[in-house]
């Protein structure tokens, strides 16, 4: 046991140089530790993949950063990141459109369960406490997102778990959308959306 908690910090500790310049400050339960950027802005420049949106969005979404509600139970986990352009600037105040679908697989279609949306801070970054969706038949567990900066065009994507047997499964599963994870119960997850402008 001992072993791999020193292993784990061992692994944040090298990771959290990688990320300088970056760096994100991550809640309470998960202090001290640091996730690595998604992807690391110096190696790359390439705005984040586009997925489909699927069948299930709803525009007009709540604005709030905790989708937890009464119904909507689940493990809890922690998303945050920066949005940035291909440069690696910061965008403040870009939106940041979430939905998904809840522990038991389903979507809610008739109301708001598992959707919400914020703005990215002055610093271009966004938080979101959120659950953990189930896996549902065909896919692999898996969250929606649009992202948009002012009066530019929408990145439509959804970010996917590291270590998930579905992934290699699912067609529509690309390693470049995976968050980082760190912790557990709740897990704290990292994801840097970079949009496609200069
Ligand atoms: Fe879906």
Known sequence: MRDHDDQTRRRFLTTGVAAAGLTLVLPDFVAGQTLPATPECKDSHEATIRQTEGPFFKPRSPQRNDLREPGFNGTPIVISGFVLTRSCR???????????????????????RGRGHIFSDSEGRYQFTRIEPARYPGRTRHYHVKVQAANRPVLTTQLYFPNEPGNDRDPIFRKELLMRLAGAAPAAARFDFVLDIA
């Open 90 to 112: 910061p965008l403040a105040n870009a939106l940041v459109d979430l939905w998904q679908a809840d522990a038991a697989g389903e979507y809610d279609n008739k109301g708001f």
